[in-house]
């Protein structure tokens, strides 16, 4: 699709969860196997398309200001962006006044995935939509029993895959819908007329995923984040 891209990289969000990490500390920069969870999403994507950085920031930006003065990425231009206590879309449109292109990537700052981005963007060239999202298949935090009439037990799976997918971010818009945004207070609202209008398509990704938002999270990323250097490789 190009050569190059823009990728707007959400890192605003006070991270309350996992206080008291994030007491002083913005929830991108809590260290997993002593490096930020953001490095480990720009280290995997290094080899990817993505060519410049808008950083939302947000709560203790000077901190991620801090951090890319004395840890910029090889070969990337980084611009931070700080939207104090804004909504999500407000920190996206305040990012994206500056894009330039066909079309650019919206990231969640706390999600650890092993997305193939190019095949993320030869799926949404493949369509006619204008917007692309990355779905994940969602597991049962439950182990889950099924019955018969007699309600003796017939089967039993632990923390079983159901068959629902659930939004993971790794967003693909096209610039055209940078003036569509200014419509709408909040995300949600704009993702449900993309679906209206039969313009936002599905990238269904069965590989690693973590968001990190509470402890038990943090700890699930410390066991698995070698699998994204691994599949980074």
Known sequence: MTS??????????????????????PKPLVSIKGKPILRHILDYLSNSPINHYFIA???EAKKIHEYFLNHPP????VTIVDSGDADIIE????????????????????????????ELLEFHS?????ATVTLWPLRSPFGVMDVDAQGRVESYAEKPILDK???????YFSTELITILERFEKFEAFLEYLISKQ???????????????TQKELSDAEDNIELLRINHA
């Open 165 to 171: 997918w659930i939004n993971i971010g790794f967003f």
């Open 126 to 130: 493949g369509h006619n939509g204008r």
């Open 74 to 77: 090889e070969n990337k231009e």
């Open 57 to 59: 920031a947000g709560y």
């Open 199 to 213: 313009e936002l398509y599905a990238f269904k990704h069965n590989g690693m995923h973590i968001t990190v938002n």
């Open 91 to 118: 920190r996206i449109r305040s990012c994206a006044k500056s894009i330039k292109g066909d079309g650019f990537l919206v990231l969640y700052g706390d999600t650890l995935s092993d997305i193939n981005i190019n």
């Open 4 to 25: 190059s891209l823009n990728a707007i990289l959400l890192c605003g969000g006070k991270g309350e969860r996992l206080r008291p990490l994030t007491e002083s500390l």
